[in-house]
């Protein structure tokens, strides 16, 4: 299986998003943006904003000024021609060059926010207060002197609440901005365009080495978080840093056409699974929507509603750093292979792909229209080939084409998991595909595979596992469109009296064929079974995304278990769960045939936690 048995969740419990829910969302989304709150000016005054730092530092008086502490002037550029840099897409945002003095700011009123305003002048209105902790400001290169202070023009590319309006200012060209000036005195450089530089966490060498993949839950914890921006760098060959910033929604003015995010000092439970490159945030559950991807890694929807950061690249080691003070979460990471970025939010990015004898098991993020993509297998000609198909919204099937369903689309990218038996060995191309809203296109993406069977030097528990029959198939099929449906019974063909159990030795009874026909003959009365309560229920496992193989099969990440000497010969089809994350989700049916091909016994057997 290759699962790691003591990854798992560390936040609290989630939603299941499903199509309806995604539908909720998009009136939600609809209903923010043109529920927009229309601002107010607040009046100007001769002396100081009360409780707020004002661009010079005490009112309008510039008599008693200091010079910025840091280079008034930064690179606008962060980029480098540092040879090591991968080739991937360049964000389709603006990347900042600039962001508050975190500690300028802090120190200089009891109440500590940057005042923007819509002119270069300590008297002009205020178009936002920046807290201490934002780091999205583009410098616009325009600077003007008033009073012995240097104003400096910038951009504000992360959300706030705006108290005027300075978008589509006449004549200045600047559709869907927000622009204003700072006092430089209270700005600084953000190296790499990060809120976080390497002289304040080192690279690549946090406190909270998480290497093991067991995950630390770690900060200040907060419920109903939104992140806020979400960006990256590669800070050297070995490095790439990706920074988290979280807030809360505001009803307070508008930003563009978006709904409005405040930073907030505070993180969310969070847990990191290194050999997935998934970083868990607890109950966080919505983005804004202009921090959902970065150069190198992505804001996922994951199946439990909740959301996480999903680095575009699979990392060899990483490190987790949490400064709640900021709303901040650090993830270091050092790429054990090639760093991909996003390219479009069309087209579907595969994560990772496992090839099995005859078998293509693929998980990947897309953000296609209406959450829906196409999968197919083309053999050396492009004609489709039919496959057993597991994963999608029909269930497992058998067909040429096969239909999948996102875990999001609308504020984030979505997960998917699809899995594929072809019916004989050669060279094949998976391909994935998700339509464009327009009908013109259809972006996607190709997977060449040639089944190659198991690899020997494997370091992961081996079974003896046969590629299934038809025969296996149709009981298989049979089981689970009566797990998920009710109907097919007479289908199953069930021996004249059937064993079910737990485990191959717990609970065992022995059931008379027409009694499995009721449900509740498919449970398992105990109280408990390796760690887990009961009671426990057959079918209800069998109604997740599955796959069938036959033969012996691993015990999820430890070795398969003895089988006793009543069922020793029989045939095995089993019906286990894919594209899981940990061995907690691991739950597998084993399904023994007789001599005449009719099942004799069904067992259950779950993972210890």
């Keep these: 299986m290759g699962v790691n048995p003591t990854s798992q969740r560390s936040g609290g419990s989630h939603r299941r998003v499903d199509p309806a829910s995604i539908a909720r969302i998009a009136l939600i989304v609809i209903a923010l943006v043109g529920a927009a709150c ?109 009073d012995g202070e240097t104003w400096r023009r910038v951009e504000l590319l992360d959300s706030v609440p705006l108290l005027v309006s300075a978008i589509d200012r006449p004549g200045e060209g600047t559709a869907g901005r927000v622009l204003g000036w700072v006092n430089e005195r209270f700005v600084q450089p953000a190296p ?15 406190s909270e080495n998480t290497t093991s993949g067991l995950g630390d839950r770690s900060g200040d914890a907060a419920s109903d978080l939104t992140i806020h921006s979400f960006r990256s760098a590669r800070l050297s060959e070995d490095c790439v840093r990706t920074v988290i910033g979280f807030g809360v929604r505001s009803d307070e003015g508008t930003f563009t056409d978006l709904a409005v995010v405040e930073p907030l000092p505070a993180v969310p439970d969070h ?16 983005v804004w929507p202009r921090a959902t991807d970065s150069s190198y890694g992505y804001v996922a929807r994951d199946r439990d509603g909740g959301l996480s950061a999903q680095l575009g690249f699979e990392p060899a080691e990483t490190w987790v750093t949490p400064l709640p003070g900021r709303g901040l979460l650090i993830l270091d990471a050092e790429p054990r292979a090639e760093v991909t970025g996003p390219s479009s939010s069309q087209t579907p990015v595969i994560l990772r792909r496992d090839m099995g004898e005859n078998t293509i098991t693929v998980s990947g993020l897309a953000r296609p229209f209406e959450a829906t993509l196409d999968a197919a297998i083309t053999d050396e000609s492009g004609r489709p080939v039919e496959a057993l198909w597991s994963g999608g919204y029909a269930g497992t099937i058998r067909a040429d084409r096969y239909g999948l369903m996102t875990t999001d689309w609308i504020e984030a ?3 998917f998991d699809v899995q594929a038996v072809v019916p004989e060995p050669g060279p094949y191309e998976l391909v994935i595909s998700a339509e464009d809203p327009s009908g013109r296109t259809s972006p996607s993406v190709s997977i060449p595979f040639e089944p190659t069977g198991v690899d020997a030097d494997s370091p992961a528990p081996r079974a003896d ?19 998920r449906t009710g109907e097919g019974f007479d289908d199953l063909g069930l021996a004249p009296e059937v064993e079910v159990g737990l485990g191959f030795d717990t609970a065992v009874r022995t059931v008379p064929a027409s009694g499995l026909e009721s449900p509740s003959a498919w449970r398992l009365d105990v109280d408990q079974f390796n760690g887990w309560s009961g009671p426990f229920d057959i079918l209800p496992d069998l109604t997740r995304p599955t796959q069938i193989s036959a033969g012996e099969i691993t015990h999820c990440a430890g070795p398969p278990l003895t089988v006793p000497n009543r069922l020793e010969g029989l045939r095995r089809v089993n019906l286990e769960p894919f594209a899981i994350t940990s061995c907690l989700e691991w739950r597998a049916v084993t399904v023994f045939l007789d001599t005449e091909g009719r099942i004799a016994a069904v067992h259950l057997d779950l993972w210890e936690p």
């Design 192 to 206: 790499d365009g990060l809120a976080v530089g390497t002289d304040e966490v080192p690279a690549c060498a946090a």
């Design 413 to 415: 990218w979505g997960r």
């Design 465 to 483: 596992t046969d590629e299934p029959t038809e025969r296996d198939n149709e009981i298989a099929l049979a089981l689970l469109r009566f797990a």
């Design 271 to 286: 847990t990191i699974t290194t050999f997935l490159g998934t970083l868990d945030l607890g109950d966080t559950s919505t």
């Design 38 to 146: 229309s601002g107010t000016t607040p009046p100007a005054e001769e002396g100081s904003d009360s409780g707020v730092v004002d661009e010079t530092g005490d009112g309008v008086d510039t008599d008693d000024t200091t010079e910025a502490d840091t280079d008034p002037d930064p690179d606008p550029d962060p980029d480098t021609d540092d040879e090591s840099e991968p080739d991937v897409p360049e964000p389709s945002r603006p990347v900042p060059d600039l962001r508050v003095a975190f500690d300028a700011v802090r120190a200089d009123t009891d109440d500590p926010y940057l005042n923007v305003r819509l002119d270069p002048d300590p008297r002009a209105d205020i178009l936002a207060k920046l807290p201490p902790m934002y780091a999205g400001l583009s410098d616009q290169d325009e600077t003007e002197t008033v």
